[in-house]
């Protein structure tokens, strides 16, 4: 098989590629890396989420470094990948390893590589390691120690990654006032690594927490798949519904993405929560600086961007890309449409508990529920309708769908002028009205993702389907 790493990192089946072997070959291509780069001396981290042997996935790429004899911290449980990536930068390590298929169905799992500043890998890193691993599938043998040994020769730490991450929390975001905000906060983390987070944050004032799905299991039950979005959240909207709840927070596998719900249970989309986000960022923490957003993330930015003459620079999808813009601008944030926020003083990289933070330090600071936030929103900007349609497709037939992209032509779409076209990343169309559509392939799973965002909902629905049309 080829081993390919996609919007971050590689994923596969467990029933299939995602195995003890092919982990071991990547794990020898990240020593090779680093040790070629010089890296090997500062050390690896590695870390995995709640999924079906993470663990043990974890603790075989802790064998092939060790083996390599390249020094190991090892999370000595489930950790959500931002308070990895966090330990990462803290402890100046060479690189890390996350072992999770972050919001995959509880089939896949996968392997995240960390460079040293705590964020996607950059394509180039990505395409070098690919290189080793090709090298490696070829010729060469893969030195291992067990743990034990490891550990005791010095050469392995086990950590618990949680106490560091929670104390540098503390420090962007002013959690005094939400613990005093005498709010009800409902979290679901979805059986995922940020289990009981939000709860140790937040508890010791007024503020409540209660959390739903909070027990590990691999298994994801009642759930398509530990993405925190509309169709999987339905058991917290029940909960939420008809108690005296505020507002609603959602975590994914790996806690790097927010889901929200508002106070009557609603979800309130990922391109509305990040516009809520940044307008806090802006107006109540008057915060100056560019806000970087991928190519499918709300206009709604840019009209902010405007108001506030910040710059808005988008890119594609992934923070891959995100994040290293975001560190060369400085930016105050970056965002993208999975749910998937940034922060200045943090890391370059997503981090689903400090942007479920940002939202309760919103709603302490102006004492408004999630709806009226949205509505004074609104207000501000325009009313905006956003939607996603995913198609699935044989992976085999990856290079087909992306030529029927390449080759697609609109001069309109939904009776709305193309003005320009964008091909960074598929196919997006910038439409009259400051409405856009985007075809794309999911670098991390086999479905092409149709995204639109107009005036009306049926504009959007209207939209979507004529896009969907090329594939038929």
């Known amino acids: 098989m080829t081993i390919r790493f996609g919007t971050d990192g590689w994923r596969a089946l467990m029933s299939e590629d995602f195995s003890v072997e092919n982990v071991k070959i990547c794990a020898q291509a990240v020593c090779n890396f680093m040790s070629d780069r010089g890296m090997g001396q500062n050390g690896l981290i590695i870390g995995y989420d709640t999924r079906l042997n993470s663990e043990i996935f974890a603790k075989t790429v802790a064998e092939v470094a060790t083996g390599n004899q390249i020094p190991v911290v090892l999370c000595e449980k489930p950790c959500p990948t931002p308070v990895l990536s966090y330990n990462l930068v803290l402890r100046e390590c060479g690189a890390g390893v996350v072992i999770t298929a972050s919001h995959n169905s509880k089939e896949w799992n996968g392997f995240k590589f960390k460079p040293s500043y ?80 939000f709860t140790k944050l937040i508890e010791g004032g007024t503020s409540r927490v209660v959390e739903i799905r909070d027990e590990y299991n691999p298994n994801f039950p009642n759930m398509i798949q530990p993405e925190p979005i509309e169709k999987n959240l339905k058991p917290l909207k029940d909960f939420i519904e008809g108690s005296n709840f505020d507002v609603g927070l959602a975590t994914d596998g790996d806690g790097d993405r927010l889901g929200l719900l508002d ?47 910040v710059d808005v620079i988008d890119t594609p999808v992934g923070f891959k890309y995100l994040g290293p813009v975001m560190m060369e601008e400085n930016a105050i944030a970056a965002g993208e449409e999975s749910g998937g926020y940034g922060f200045n003083g943090h890391i370059p990289e997503r981090d689903g508990l400090l942007s479920g933070l940002m939202i309760l330090d919103l709603m302490s600071i102006t004492q408004l529920n999630p709806s009226d936030l949205l509505e004074e929103l609104e207000d501000l900007v325009g009313v905006y309708h956003y939607d996603r349609h995913d198609i699935e497709f044989e992976e085999q037939d990856r290079e087909e769908k992306l030529l029927q992209i390449a080759d697609a032509k609109f001069e309109s779409v939904g009776g709305l002028k193309v003005v320009s076209t964008d091909n960074r990343d598929g196919l997006k169309l910038n439409l009259e009205e400051n409405a856009w559509a985007l075809i794309r392939i999911s670098g991390t799973e086999p479905l092409i993702r149709i995204y639109s965002e107009a005036s009306t909902a049926d504009q959007v629905e209207k939209i979507i389907a004529i896009c969907s049309k090329i594939f038929e």
């Open 118 to 197: 705590g964020g996607s890998a950059s394509p180039e890193i990505t395409s070098e390691i690919e290189t080793y691993i090709s090298d490696i599938e070829d010729s060469e043998q893969i030195p291992t120690m067990p743990i034990a040994s490891a550990e005791k020769i010095g050469l392995l730490e086990k950590i618990d990654p949680e106490p560091t991450y929670l104390n540098h929390i503390a420090e962007l975001v002013n959690l005094t006032r939400i613990r005093n905000a005498g709010l009800n906060i409902a979290v679901d983390s979805m059986h995922g690594a940020g289990s009981k987070y």
């Open 263 to 309: 106070e009557n249970g609603n979800y309130i989309s990922t391109l509305q929560a990040f516009a809520l986000i940044c307008k806090h960022l802006l107006e109540n923490l008057e915060m100056k600086g560019p806000i970087i957003k991928s190519i499918t993330m709300t206009n709604v930015i840019n009209k902010l961007g405007e108001l506030h003459e």
